[in-house]
């Protein structure tokens, strides 16, 4: 099945739009996991088994990951494992933001599709099309391409105008009517900035869109959903990771959040 039909599903399943990002900051942990051989690994699965029930997706963001050398990368290999042995349903994403030329990204694809075995991967659209092919051409993966993110600064390049838009419409004008030919790419638009997320609904038209910003970013659910939604009440897949994963009931935060996302999703 294709990834984004499997997410779809996945969806349907369990009612839910909810991302929830294993961003297993080392730091962070309760002191507890700590003092485990393998912390963030312990860390994850407890995350995994409290929230799997309310999400549809989870998203690792290499940098907590990559930080802590050979142990950290080990650990989430060993996260995926577990995920792909417990939930193969759920949809992953790997927040690397990747982008270089063809040949350099070859070996990202092998390492990130072929290797971990996530789903999906979050990448950089500045060095154009050609160069992201290897990931393109793979129609059974995903390619998340970065279009208005989630952060303040966000508008410095993106808001840049060409051609009388701003940079950020031409990124979702062009993934979704000449990169998409595998049907196999979604688009970064963070909840921080509803109107621009409701101006890429309007430009992609099903098209599933990851949207960051809620929670600790202080994106608006209301708002977010309002905007974002597409004919089929979904196309949106819609992360938090700090407000659930460092709550002291991950699991009541998720379902909360999953249950606040349906309130206005089925209106």
């Not at 990204?105 to 154009?128: E, K």
Request: proline share 4%.
């Amino acid at each position: 099945m294709n990834p984004i039909d499997r997410y779809n599903s996945c969806v349907d399943e369990i009612n839910s739009l909810l991302c929830v990002g294993l961003d297993s900051d080392l730091t962070k942990l309760p002191q507890e996991f700590q003092t485990m051989s393998q912390p963030q690994l312990a860390f994850n699965r407890y995350i995994i088994n409290e929230t799997h029930k309310y999400a549809a997706a989870y998203k690792l963001n290499l940098a907590f990951y990559e930080s802590r050398g050979e142990s950290g990368i080990t650990e989430l290999k060993l996260t995926m494992d577990y995920l792909h042995k417990k939930h193969p349903e759920i949809f992953t994403i790997c927040d690397a933001k990747r982008a270089d030329i063809g040949n350099t990204n070859a070996g990202y694809v092998t390492a990130f599709f072929d290797y971990f075995g996530f789903d999906a991967i979050t990448l950089h659209p500045y060095l154009g099309r050609e160069a992201l092919q290897p990931f393109l051409v793979r129609y059974d993966k995903v390619s998340i391409i970065l279009c208005r993110t989630s952060n303040t600064g966000a508008g410095e390049f993106q808001d840049l105008i060409s051609n009388e838009k701003p940079l950020w419409q031409i990124v979702a004008e062009k993934v979704s009517s000449e990169w998409n030919e595998n049907q196999n790419c979604m688009l970064v638009v963070g909840a921080t900035y509803p109107a621009e997320l409701k101006k890429v609904r309007e430009i992609t038209g099903d098209m599933t869109l990851l949207v960051p910003g809620i929670g600790a970013q202080g994106g608006d659910v209301k708002a977010a959903v309002e905007a974002g939604l597409n004919s089929e009440k979904k196309g949106m897949i819609i992360n938090a990771a700090r407000s659930i994963i460092f709550a002291k009931d991950p699991g009541k935060e998720a379902k909360k959040l999953r249950d606040e996302i349906n309130q206005y999703r089925n209106v």
